[in-house]
């Protein structure tokens, strides 16, 4: 139990550290902690106390709270496009594009089957 806490902190860690585009040597230098330590937490191998999990959000310019990706209430429509831009504004360019595409395709297609719908019904 306590393994897989560590382990899903870790892969949490790894993940935001490699959406920031940072090696585990960079996150080290940034957080003041040794590349090892950074490697063996993502592993899962070593327990972390919350000051270390404060500097290794620090490095990764983000809040702790984001490391335990705390759930937001989603049927809240302005939370979560606050959090959706949150999301693009830290996204490498291809990402924004490829959202901002995949946005306007859905909202074209949306379009067409409530249009499709009205000519039904006429």
Do not use: C
């Amino acid at each position: 139990m306590v393994a897989d806490i560590r382990k899903q902190i870790g892969d949490r860690i790894r993940d935001l550290r490699k959406k920031k585009g940072l090696s585990q040597e960079e996150l080290g230098w940034k957080a003041k902690l040794h590349y090892t330590y950074i490697g063996g937490i993502e592993r899962g191998e070593k327990n972390v106390s919350i000051i270390t999990l404060s500097k290794i959000a620090k490095g990764l310019g983000i809040s702790v709270n984001e490391i335990f990706n705390i759930p937001m209430d989603i049927k809240d429509p302005d939370k979560l496009r606050a959090s959706l831009v949150k999301e693009i504004n830290q996204s490498d360019p291809e990402i924004v594009r490829l959202v901002f595409n995949l946005t306007r395709e859905l909202n074209r297609l949306k379009f067409q089957v409530t249009s499709g719908k009205e000519r039904e019904r006429k």
